[in-house]
Structure formats: structure tokens, C-alpha cells
């Protein structure tokens, strides 16, 4: 029966829409009709409090689909890879692709290109839609319309981060929305734990915000939650790096070059009461470090964190490029250590953990593993036991006068 309907729908709501008028099919015992946005069906056998049926993933992805609207499936979103209503187009530009998305829950859409902003319910984008060339849509930019990506539909997960999914989340942070998360990163409000990381800073790191659905550990289900979104970067292989025929997938986007390939992304919940909530995007994604994309070739100094802010928090207050450990200070990855020992001029690595003494009995164990000729621990507690900052961004919100002292005094391994 919902075949059927479903087919029905389809023939009813395009001609609706090419006609612009409420059309209406019935059975004998069923009644439907499309009218604006909404699929409704009503049981001829009840009365008017009848239960609506709302747009449904099957019908949005039916029309998309019917009109060779070029789009792929993302999670609960359907993301169209030419946004129809964008006036500066530009779209052989990669960033300015597949930045317009269609929630397939509720039928919501939004582009989040700056020149665009569209947004708004399933009947505006139709409506919109019968206001523009179908052409202009389906046509996009001079190269042909690479295939579909329906990985989440068949169950498969690439073990890289889709680009352009956390061009997203990077675009929401440029635009400031949500505007609370936003000014939980670069405010100054130490009461409410604010971060107080520059705009700049976080451009330079390419952080994302959103306020996306999430699985919830404690309450297991999926809730909407305050997010940030830290990309991870790997290091290509010396082969990759000179091999021309790959040159131009790295160098076409400004997340990827010819060092480095955006391969996952951390997920964090915003403050204190949704720490907990973390995870790795995607499955058994490739292994990546925050903050990597900041490192030159020829790179003398790195400072080495235990968690994303304080690498952030160190890069301002120093310029020294600062990367993070993706599991925490009790496991320095191997990988890390091959990328590391790729620089041949880095010859000065700080360790900045948290200054506790778990912090410092395993910053001594990264020294050694790293080598202790080339590292310094920074350790403020050493030169006032009474008053220190825990980790870096501690020290950018409450002693930043006072790190180039902890810096100059940082201590070797011997």
C-alpha cells in the first residue's frame, strides 16, 4: 500500500507543482493530496482529527532525483552538490560545492555560502524552486557531475573525512552561527569557561561548530547537542608528495595540500556538562593529528599538547606551531613519532601537558620516546608551586604575561 502510494504521490505532487494548484487522489477507503509541501493522507473512515503525514527521506529524495538534481546522502541530510538558488555561482570552485542541505527528517534546507544563506522549509524550497531555471541546476560547472555518494544508504564508510561535509561545520564558524558557540570559543569569560581563542587562530586550525544530532553515552539515544569539530590531518608519503599524477586532488581545496590530507574529524561537545560526548568521524577513519596543517617542511619548533584547545591556546600565545595528541597523555602513537622524525630541521619539540603529576610522569616517557635531545617539558609549577596554570590554555586565560618565562625555563630529560 505504501508503493503504491508513494507512487501515486509522485505522479500528483509533480503535476501539482508544474500547475501550481492542490490536486487530490482517492480509493475507495483512502484519500490523498498534495498541497504546498505536505504529503497528507487521511482514512475516508475518520474524522477530521485525522493524523498528517509530514514530507518524508522517500519523497524528498524522489523529487531530487526526478528534476537530476546532483546530491549525495550524508547522515540525515541530503546535500545538493550545486546550490540552485546561489546568485555568485563560481561552482568549478570545489568549496562552493555541496554546501547546500536538505535535513531528510523534516524537509528544513539551508546553503551556508556567505553570498547565499538560504534556508527555510520544504514548501519555501519548492516554491523557490518553480521561480528558477531547472538548467541552471542541473548543469552547474563545465566539468561533468561526478557519480553519487550513497555510502551511507549501503552501509559503507570510507576511512577518510568527507571534505566538503566538514566544510560545513568550518563554514558555520565563519558565518558565527550558532553565535553561542562561537562565543564560547574566542569570549573572555572565565566564569563560564569561555576559551578565548582568536578568530584567526581558530581560522588557521579550520574549527567547525554546529549544533548537530549526536549520540548521547549517558542517556543513549541520539539528542541535539552543541558541537565544535576539530579536523585531523595525516602526513602524506614522501612518494605521495612528488608523485604529479595525485598532485592536483591535494592542492584543489584549501583543507588538503601537497603535505597534508584531512582524513578525520574529532567531535566534541560544547563546555563542561557535554564533554563527555566525543567521538572520531568517520569508522575506522585513517589516523590524524590536530593542528599537523600548521607544520612547514622545514619546520625548527613544534609545541606538543594534550588536548586541541591548548594547542590553540599555545599557537597564540607564541606563533609557535602547536599540535595535539589524539589519544591523550598516556598514548603517544607511533605514527606520530615516524611523521615527527620526517622533519629533518625540527630539532626543538616542547611538551605542554596538563602540569599534574600524571601529566608530568608521562611527559617525561614522551621525552624519552621522542628523544630527549631534541625535547623540553614546560612545567610551571617548577618555578611557582603556589600559583601555575594547568595546562596552556589555562596559561593563556590567566598567566599569559608569564609564558615566555615558562618557555625559557622549560626543563630537559636527562
Same mark, same amino acid.
Given at each position: 500500500?505504501?508503493?503504491?502510494?508513494?507512487?501515486?504521490?509522485?505522479k500528483?505532487?509533480?503535476?501539482?507543482?508544474?500547475?501550481?494548484?492542490?490536486?487530490?487522489?482517492?480509493?475507495?477507503?483512502?484519500?490523498?493530496?498534495?498541497?504546498?509541501?505536505? =504529503? #497528507?493522507?487521511?482514512?475516508?473512515?475518520? +474524522?477530521?482529527?485525522? $493524523?498528517i503525514?509530514?514530507?518524508? @527521506? /522517500? %519523497?524528498i529524495?524522489?523529487?531530487?532525483?526526478?528534476?537530476?538534481?546532483?546530491?549525495?546522502?550524508?547522515?540525515?541530510?541530503?546535500?545538493?552538490?550545486?546550490?540552485?538558488?546561489?546568485?555568485?555561482?563560481n561552482f568549478?570552485?570545489?568549496?562552493?560545492?555541496?554546501?547546500?542541505?536538505?535535513?531528510?527528517?523534516n524537509?528544513?534546507?539551508?546553503c551556508?555560502?556567505?553570498?547565499?544563506?538560504?534556508?527555510?522549509?520544504?514548501?519555501?524550497?519548492?516554491?523557490?524552486?518553480?521561480?528558477?531555471?531547472?538548467?541552471?541546476?542541473?548543469?552547474?560547472?563545465?566539468?561533468?557531475?561526478p557519480?553519487?555518494?550513497?555510502?551511507?544508504?549501503?552501509?559503507?564508510?570510507?576511512?577518510?573525512?568527507e571534505?566538503?561535509?566538514?566544510?560545513?561545520?568550518?563554514?558555520?564558524?565563519?558565518?558565527?552561527?550558532?553565535? =553561542? #558557540?562561537?562565543?564560547?570559543?574566542?569570549? +573572555?569569560?572565565?566564569? $563560564?569557561?569561555q576559551?578565548g581563542? @582568536? /578568530? %584567526?587562530?581558530?581560522?588557521?586550525?579550520?574549527?567547525?561548530?554546529?549544533?548537530?544530532?549526536?549520540?548521547?553515552p549517558?542517556?543513549?539515544?541520539?539528542?541535539?547537542?552543541?558541537?565544535?569539530?576539530?579536523?585531523?590531518?595525516?602526513?602524506?608519503?614522501?612518494?605521495?608528495?612528488?608523485?604529479n599524477?595525485?598532485k592536483?586532488?591535494?592542492?584543489?581545496?584549501?583543507?588538503?595540500?601537497?603535505l597534508?590530507?584531512?582524513?578525520?574529524?574529532?567531535?566534541?561537545?560544547?563546555?563542561?556538562?557535554?564533554?563527555?560526548?566525543?567521538k572520531?568521524?568517520?569508522?575506522?577513519?585513517?589516523?590524524?593529528?590536530?593542528?599537523?596543517?600548521?607544520?612547514?617542511?622545514?619546520?625548527?619548533?613544534?609545541?606538543?599538547?594534550e588536548?586541541?584547545?591548548?594547542?590553540?591556546?599555545?599557537?597564540?600565545?607564541?606563533?609557535?606551531?602547536s599540535?595535539?595528541?589524539p589519544?591523550?597523555?598516556?598514548?603517544?602513537?607511533?605514527?606520530?613519532?615516524?611523521?615527527?622524525?620526517?622533519?629533518?630541521?625540527l630539532n626543538?619539540?616542547?611538551?605542554?601537558v596538563?602540569?599534574?603529576?600524571?601529566?608530568r610522569?608521562?611527559?617525561?616517557?614522551?621525552?624519552?620516546?621522542?628523544?630527549?635531545?631534541?625535547?623540553?617539558?614546560?612545567?610551571?609549577?617548577?618555578?611557582?608551586?603556589?600559583?601555575?596554570?594547568?595546562?596552556?590554555?589555562?596559561?593563556?586565560?590567566?598567566?599569559?604575561?608569564?609564558?615566555?618565562?615558562y618557555?625559557s625555563?622549560?626543563?630537559?630529560?636527562?
Open positions: 500500500m505504501l508503493k503504491k502510494l508513494s507512487q501515486q504521490y509522485q500528483i505532487s509533480m503535476k501539482s507543482l508544474q500547475l501550481g494548484i492542490s490536486l487530490n487522489y482517492s480509493t475507495n477507503k483512502i484519500r490523498y493530496s498534495f498541497r504546498s509541501t505536505r =504529503f #497528507i493522507v487521511k482514512s475516508q473512515e475518520q +474524522n477530521e482529527s485525522s $493524523k503525514m509530514m514530507i518524508t @527521506k /522517500e %519523497e529524495i524522489s523529487f531530487l532525483k526526478n528534476n537530476k538534481i546532483a546530491y549525495r546522502i550524508q547522515r540525515t541530510y541530503a546535500q545538493l552538490q550545486f546550490c540552485p538558488f546561489c546568485i555568485k555561482r568549478d570552485e570545489l568549496s562552493n560545492q555541496y554546501t547546500m542541505g536538505i535535513n531528510l527528517k524537509g528544513m534546507y539551508n551556508f555560502r556567505s553570498s547565499c544563506q538560504s534556508k527555510g522549509q520544504w514548501k519555501d524550497f519548492l516554491q523557490q524552486m518553480t521561480n528558477n531555471d531547472p538548467k541552471l541546476i542541473v548543469d552547474g560547472p563545465i566539468h561533468s557531475i557519480k553519487q555518494n550513497n555510502q551511507e544508504e549501503v552501509g559503507i564508510y570510507d576511512q577518510k573525512y571534505l566538503f561535509q566538514f566544510h560545513l561545520h568550518y563554514q558555520r564558524m565563519k558565518l558565527q552561527q550558532p553565535k =553561542f #558557540i562561537y562565543e564560547y570559543l574566542v569570549g +573572555n569569560n572565565w566564569d $563560564k569557561n576559551r581563542i @582568536k /578568530e %584567526e587562530v581558530l581560522n588557521k586550525y579550520l574549527v567547525g561548530i554546529g549544533q548537530d544530532e549526536v549520540f548521547d549517558q542517556l543513549k539515544q541520539m539528542v541535539m547537542a552543541p558541537l565544535i569539530y576539530f579536523p585531523m590531518f595525516r602526513l602524506l608519503s614522501q612518494q605521495q608528495q612528488n608523485d599524477d595525485i592536483n586532488e591535494y592542492i584543489q581545496s584549501k583543507y588538503n595540500s601537497q597534508y590530507e584531512l582524513v578525520s574529524c574529532k567531535l566534541r561537545g560544547m563546555g563542561k556538562e557535554n564533554k563527555y560526548i566525543q572520531i568521524e568517520p569508522k575506522n577513519a585513517m589516523k590524524g593529528i590536530f593542528g599537523l596543517n600548521l607544520l612547514t617542511k622545514n619546520v625548527k619548533q613544534i609545541i606538543l599538547t588536548g586541541e584547545f591548548d594547542a590553540m591556546a599555545a599557537y597564540q600565545m607564541t606563533e609557535i606551531p599540535i595535539s595528541l589519544y591523550g597523555i598516556a598514548h603517544f602513537p607511533n605514527f606520530l613519532l615516524e611523521w615527527i622524525n620526517e622533519y629533518k630541521e626543538n619539540i616542547f611538551i605542554w596538563d602540569d599534574d603529576e600524571f601529566g610522569v608521562n611527559s617525561n616517557k614522551i621525552a624519552s620516546k621522542i628523544g630527549n635531545w631534541r625535547t623540553r617539558i614546560i612545567q610551571p609549577s617548577l618555578i611557582n608551586n603556589n600559583q601555575y596554570p594547568k595546562d596552556a590554555n589555562d596559561c593563556l586565560r590567566y598567566y599569559p604575561d608569564k609564558i615566555q618565562e618557555i625555563k622549560s626543563i630537559t630529560v636527562k
